[in-house]
Each structure stands twice: as structure tokens, then as C-alpha cells.
């Protein structure tokens, strides 16, 4: 999700994705809604606004909680951009921490270690830590 800010998330579609059709049917934007859109059930499922704030933290949670339109257009303008599933496109630690997400994320694009945003510190003993601070 880099770019200026929330609002930045919920901007047209680029035209610098290269990604085959077929995988960009998962989401697709609606010039009359000026929105983008999920194109079935499965692709609105993720984690929920407790596992936002477990993977990232209260100012992510708090983004995702008090602006939740906003948040879901980033995240499917996301996945149509980089062609990937909600769970990965849901990646909280840009709203965190941009400057370290977009660092990683450059790391990772010249192939580099990739980082598992998804299930990192979701192992029971983090969690254990996490209720106790």
C-alpha cells in the first residue's frame, strides 16, 4: 500500500500492472461507484479488526476501525495492483510502519528475503507475550 497516505489507497486503477487477466478478476473497479469491488464472497474474507491489531499494532487497528471504507479500498486496490490474495493484501505493518514496509517491500521486489506478514507473530508464545504487555 505505498503511496500518500489512506487516501492515496482508493485512487483509479494503474496501468503499470502487468498480471494476467484471470488473476485480476478477483477484484475490479466500478467507474459508476468509483470504487473497487470484489467479483466473489471469497475475496471480502480476511482477518478481522482483533487480528489487525494483533499483527500491527493499536494505530493500524485504529485506522482500519474509525475508517473502514477507506481501509478495505486500499487493501482491493492493493490486490488488483500487485495481484494477490486479501490475507496478503491485508498488510497492516504499511499502515505501522510505512517507511520499514516500503523498505521491505523493495527488498522483496529485487529478490530478496520475503517476509510473512500474514503469520508472523501469530505463533501461540507471541500472542502469549503480546496479552501480557
Not at 84 to 107: G, V
Amino acid at each position: 500500500m505505498p503511496g500518500g497516505g489512506i487516501s492515496s489507497l482508493v485512487n483509479k486503477p494503474t496501468t503499470h500492472c502487468t498480471a494476467p487477466l484471470s488473476k485480476l478478476a478477483m477484484v475490479r473497479f466500478d467507474p459508476t461507484l468509483e470504487k473497487w469491488v470484489p467479483t466473489a464472497p471469497e475475496d471480502e474474507v480476511g482477518y478481522g479488526p482483533m487480528g489487525t491489531l494483533l499483527r500491527a499494532g493499536p494505530k493500524p487497528f485504529l485506522i482500519r476501525v474509525l475508517n473502514p471504507d477507506n481501509y478495505e479500498q486500499g487493501v482491493f486496490k492493493f490486490m488488483y495492483n500487485e495481484n494477490m490474495s486479501r490475507m496478503e493484501a491485508q498488510d497492516d505493518a504499511y499502515l505501522e510502519n510505512p517507511n520499514d514496509w516500503a523498505y521491505q517491500y523493495f527488498k522483496e521486489k529485487n529478490g530478496g528475503f520475503k517476509k510473512d506478514y500474514v503469520n508472523d507473530g501469530m505463533d501461540p508464545q507471541s500472542l502469549i507475550l503480546k496479552g501480557v504487555w
